[in-house]
């Protein structure tokens, strides 16, 4: 037994090298006189053959005896064999069992036995040695490069806020409480006020990538519990300069999956109807959007000024654009006490949507950034000022007009990638149900 540093991946043995390689047992073939092994490692697979008469009885008992899903390490020479898989095939010398897998397992990782989603989600060790699943986080690295490398053409800055906190941001009702050495706090629903104080500080413009947690009674297909936010937020931009920035992101995070993972793509079979947006999203005023609904008919009651978008109605509206759209200049009311209304009319905000054909992806905005008009906003959605100091008072000592939005990354995925549950998009994700893994 080497070291495992000095292993082969499967893809890179070519014919007339001699290799070790290690990984699991896909597949055990016995054909009598010949048998066949095949390894899977992160790279691929490998076909390892056993002609019987030519090989050491012990080694060949080994290797035919060895349950699916074990470990080995195998030693021997690579020749070119047409038949085999990778048109390569390994004649071992030597073969060790380093990990034995149980002859019983709770997934099949050859993929020849479907699993229900619970059961792949409490096997994510298993469920993760299948392509499709794999894929879809390394597609899911792909785009978190690829988003990172897109703020930072944008003169962006990373930063990590807490998500221990003493407020809430959202809505009361959404918040994980927990206990803070006897006092009362929160787990984080996002990084808001803190992303905002940092536009007023020498950084200006930032982006965090970063968990949220939202105490949602609801389970459904596209909300989770813990999700993983894109925040950007910049100062001197008002809400069209950040509604720019988000289309160069989006874009960017399908451009950098197009680019960077084509073999994940084609294990998800999506290469061929993968489209990267062209970088410009309609940016269609509220107040359109809701005559276009009630235009299409697909609700009971007509919706009116001031209501907020049921699902049916983002269905409908999805099904007539086709792709990704703004909705911008939302009722005030229906927004949080940090956006900015209108200059011409306050009755209107500077809130934005973006939405995909299937559900709602980002919110963002201007930023109230007057302190008067901050605290007043407060105090209309019934709001104590006082438990925000930590964050009012910084608007007192130079705060400059802002503007920001929050993208979810597993919607993002989800869309992206036509998964039918937002929780295909996380490893261990958390839901009213779920606690572990
Ligand atoms: P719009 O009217 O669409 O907001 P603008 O050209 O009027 O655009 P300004 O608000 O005047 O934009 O800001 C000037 C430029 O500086 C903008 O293009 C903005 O993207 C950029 N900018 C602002 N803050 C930063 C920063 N911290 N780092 C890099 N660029 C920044
Ligand atoms: P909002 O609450 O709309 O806005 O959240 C922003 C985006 O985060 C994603 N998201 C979720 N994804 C999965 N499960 C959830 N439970 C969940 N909740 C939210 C969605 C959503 O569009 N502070 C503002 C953003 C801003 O104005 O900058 C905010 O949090 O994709």
Redesign the pocket.
Same mark, same amino acid.
């Given at each position: 037994p080497g070291s495992m540093q000095d292993r082969t991946f499967t893809a890179l043995a070519e014919a007339g090298d001699d290799v070790t390689v290690a990984g699991w047992v896909h597949e055990v073939r016995d054909l009598g006189g010949i048998a066949f092994l095949i390894l899977r490692d992160k790279a691929g697979k490998i076909q390892v053959k056993f002609e019987k008469d030519e090989l050491d009885d012990e080694l060949v008992e080994t290797g035919l005896s060895v349950h699916r899903e074990s470990v080995i390490r195998v030693s021997g020479s690579v020749e070119e064999e047409p038949r085999a898989p990778t048109g390569v095939e390994v004649t071992p010398d030597t073969l060790e069992v380093v990990a034995e897998a149980d002859p019983e397992l709770p997934l099949d990782p050859s993929g020849k036995v479907d699993a229900e989603l619970s059961t792949r989600l409490d096997n994510r060790t298993l469920d993760l040695r299948k392509d499709e699943p794999k894929a879809i986080f390394e597609i899911r690295a792909a785009v978190l490069q690829a988003v990172r490398e897109a703020f930072r053409d944008h003169g962006s800055t990373e930063i990590n806020t807490p998500k221990i906190v003493a407020t809430g941001?959202?809505g009361g009702t959404?918040l994980f409480p927990i206990t803070y050495f006897g006092q009362e706090a929160f787990m984080n629903?996002?990084?808001?006020l803190f992303?905002q104080l940092m536009v007023g500080s020498g950084l200006e413009r930032v982006f965090e990538i970063g968990p +949220?947690f939202?105490a949602?009674e609801h389970n459904t297909p596209?909300?989770?519990?813990e999700?993983t936010?894109i925040?950007?937020?910049s100062a001197f931009i008002d809400a069209d300069g950040a509604m720019d920035v988000l289309e160069a992101v989006v874009t960017a995070a399908y451009e950098g999956v197009w680019e960077n993972a084509q073999p994940e793509l084609e294990a998800l079979d999506r290469a061929d109807d993968f489209t990267v947006p062209d970088g410009e999203f309609e940016r269609i005023p509220y107040e359109e959007i809701i005559e276009m609904v009630n235009a299409t008919g697909a609700l009971d009651e007509q919706l009116v000024w001031g209501d907020d978008l049921p699902t049916e109605a983002e269905k409908a509206l999805g099904e007539e654009l086709g792709e990704h759209y703004f909705i911008t200049n939302w009722p005030s009311e229906v927004k949080?006490f940090? +956006?900015k209304d209108t200059d011409d009319d306050p009755a209107v905000s500077t *809130?934005f949507?973006?939405m995909h054909p299937r559900?709602?992806?980002?919110? *963002?905005?201007q930023r109230e950034h007057r302190y008067e008009k901050l605290i007043a906003g407060f105090e209309q959605q019934g709001l104590d000022p006082e438990a925000f100091e930590y964050y009012t008072k910084m608007f007192r000592y130079g705060m400059p007009p802002h503007a *920001?939005?929050?993208? *979810?990354a597993?919607?993002?995925i989800m869309t992206m990638l036509d998964l039918d549950n +937002?929780r295909e998009a996380v490893i261990f994700p958390r839901d009213r149900q779920r606690l572990s893994p």
């Open positions: 941001t959202e959404e629903q996002s990084p808001q992303k +949220i939202r949602e596209r909300h989770l519990n999700a936010s925040d950007f937020e949080p940090y +956006i *809130g949507d973006l559900l709602e992806l980002v919110s *963002g905005g *920001g939005w929050g993208l *979810g597993e919607r993002l +937002i």
